[in-house]
């Protein structure tokens, strides 16, 4: 048997089983979050000891370690590397900015960076193993694992038709990220926090309820104006550390080549 029938034997069987891998880590993961709004557990407040909390940080874990393996074969050694940066990028400046008066989350660059280099699953396991390191120390961020995952899927999408190509159009995709991202994260923050834990958040929701809305309301209305800002500075501050990478260390990742210089869609990922 020839080297390339043998190729073009198993590369099906190889794409086959990414697909798969990822869609599992997919489906775990919306099958996770939907429970989550629908069950409302107040335990998952009081930290990873508790039987729910311990349950949903299990069952994203996996939904993250699917997602990985079906991109791992796919990205360069030079992405993985920054994954580690890309986790700790976001649990800082989250940890930070969660702590002062602004109305804003910069909890996601290094997941849009993720998202950006690599594609949309890389993207979507950053954010979910983003959240899992964060939630060992700051529990009540474990709801929102989907909702990063969204996020990092996003920004690969965005790649994918053109984000990079020009300046201004990272922060329109990602104001159009913050939209989608702040509708999904909303019914979390009102159904299973009764509210946002972000000081800047929190008030801007205390502020709509005092004018009369309902938590759900004024969390959802709180998310719209909050998320796509936030999302805008993100996408924008993403695709500027893009653009400062050297040439020739740019030039190592394929899904910037393909996105960004040649402008093409020629891959699934």
Do not use: C
Not at 41 to 70: D, K, M, N, R, S
Not at 118 to 144: C, E, K, M, N, Y
Not at 162 to 188: M, Q
């Amino acid at each position: 048997m020839s080297p390339n029938l043998l190729v073009s034997e198993t590369k099906p069987a190889h794409v086959l089983r990414n697909r798969l891998l990822a869609s599992a880590g997919t489906v775990l993961l919306v099958g996770t979050y939907l429970t989550l709004v629908i069950t409302q557990p107040v335990e998952l407040a009081e930290g990873l000891g508790q039987g729910v909390a311990l349950a949903t940080f299990a069952a994203y874990l996996v939904a993250a370690i699917l997602l990985l393996a079906a991109v791992l074969p796919e990205i360069p050694v030079s992405t993985l590397t920054l994954i580690p940066v890309a986790l700790a990028l976001n649990i800082l400046l989250g940890q930070f900015v969660g702590s002062v008066l602004l109305p804003l989350y910069l909890d996601s660059i290094g997941t849009v960076l993720i998202g950006f280099l690599a594609g949309r699953r890389a993207g979507a396991a950053t954010g979910v193993l983003s959240t899992l390191i964060w939630s060992l120390f700051a529990p009540t961020v474990l709801p929102f694992a989907a909702g990063a995952a969204l996020v990092g899927f996003l920004a690969g999408t965005a790649a994918r038709f053109g984000a990079l190509r020009r300046v201004y159009l990272a922060p329109i995709a990602g104001a159009l990220a913050g939209v989608v991202a702040g509708v999904i994260s909303a019914p979390v923050a009102a159904f299973v926090y009764g509210g946002t834990a972000g000081v800047g958040t929190g008030a801007v929701v205390a502020a709509f309820r005092a004018m009369g809305d309902s938590l759900f309301s004024a969390v959802t209305k709180q998310a719209l104006i909050s998320d796509p800002g936030d999302k805008a500075i993100v996408f924008l501050i993403a695709a500027l550390l893009v653009y400062a990478l050297p040439k020739r260390l740019s030039g190592s990742f394929e899904f910037v080549r393909r996105y960004r210089v040649l402008g093409r869609r020629t891959d699934n990922r």
